[in-house]
């Protein structure tokens, strides 16, 4: 079916997906604000205890949400496990040292990395020389960033942005595995149990760290910061994304993980003080370069789109 490209339609659309940016972007500052008042791991589990409910809710609401065959279940194991407790576990314990422009941006190499799996998932689909060179550049805009003294790898200057890019590599390599499954699941009941069931993983992760409840300070820092996180970054801002995910389709929305580093930035710096510095800002050139190096084909066919779409 084609897409309803008109004016009121495209800035419904760019409208939604600013608002998507601005919502995962300050979600890394609510992070950092929050890591003040509660353990690390605990934290990311209550954030989902809360949104995977809604998010269950809403998927039982419009679709089927329960799982018809294998493929279903390995698709919400692997959900839960990498694209819930790997990669949110990581980029907790992660922005503990680090900036939230920082961890949002290393997150952004998401696409990048998520591009490099698919292709050795399928052996087949070789990258070509500007693919690899993409791929290449991802990496090197992580470098920039953590900028890795030998003796000092162990660091916390280092070893934040270290586990935050653990985390993007989790959820790149739990997006591939997804979508090699094929399930028959609805992506609104997957991103639900996956939720759940990525709680349930955190909160025994937790528990095996030795975090306790009895650490939590329940400010009303820590309650906004759970309640900002639970309900808009992740029970809104998925909503937006599945919404938005059937208008523009993959490549666009992929973009979105080039904006929210700018909108990190920027609420990190008007609500705690946080500068951007060189590093993270050549890192973050770098990494997108290298994402369209990768996805420099799909890019030109959606822009060919628009540009047909806008003649008379």
């Known amino acids: 079916m084609p897409q309803d490209r008109t004016p009121t339609v495209r800035y419904r659309n760019a409208t939604a997906f600013l608002a998507l940016g601005a919502i995962w972007g300050s979600a890394f500052v609510a992070i950092k604000a929050g890591l003040s008042a509660f353990p690390p791991v605990l934290f990311a589990a209550l954030r989902y205890d809360v949104a995977g409910v809604i998010v269950l809710g809403y998927a039982a609401v419009v679709t ?62 070789r990258l070509s020389v500007a693919g690899v060179a993409g791929l290449a550049l991802g990496f090197a805009g992580v470098v920039v960033i953590a900028q890795p003294d030998p003796a000092r790898l162990l660091s916390s200057d280092v070893l934040g942005p270290l586990l935050v890019f653990g985390a993007a590599c989790a959820f790149a390599l739990g997006s591939v595995l997804t979508r090699w499954l094929d399930a028959e699941l609805s992506i609104e009941a997957m991103e639900g149990w996956s939720m759940v069931g990525g709680a349930v993983l955190m909160h025994v992760l937790s528990l095996a760290l030795g975090e306790s409840p009895a650490a939590i300070g329940w400010t009303p820092t820590a309650l906004l910061s759970l309640g900002y996180l639970s309900l808009v970054a992740s029970a809104l801002g998925f909503l937006l994304y599945f919404a938005l995910l059937d208008r523009l389709g993959p490549v666009e929305i992929n973009l979105v993980s080039y904006v929210a580093p700018v909108f990190a930035a920027l609420t990190g710096f008007l609500l705690l003080g946080e500068r951007i510095d060189v590093a993270t800002a050549s890192g973050f050139v770098v990494i997108l370069v290298g994402f369209v190096l990768l996805k420099r084909d799909a890019i030109r066919e959606t822009y060919a789109g628009w540009l047909a779409e806008a003649q008379p």
């Open 64 to 125: 089927d949400p329960l799982p018809a065959n294998r493929r279903d279940l390995a698709a919400i194991i692997v959900g839960s496990t990498l694209l819930i407790a790997g990669y949110h576990a990581l980029l907790f314990v992660g922005e503990l040292e680090t900036t939230s422009a920082t961890a949002a941006v290393i997150v952004s190499l998401s696409p990048v990395l998520t591009a490099g799996f698919a292709r050795l998932a399928l052996p087949g689909d």
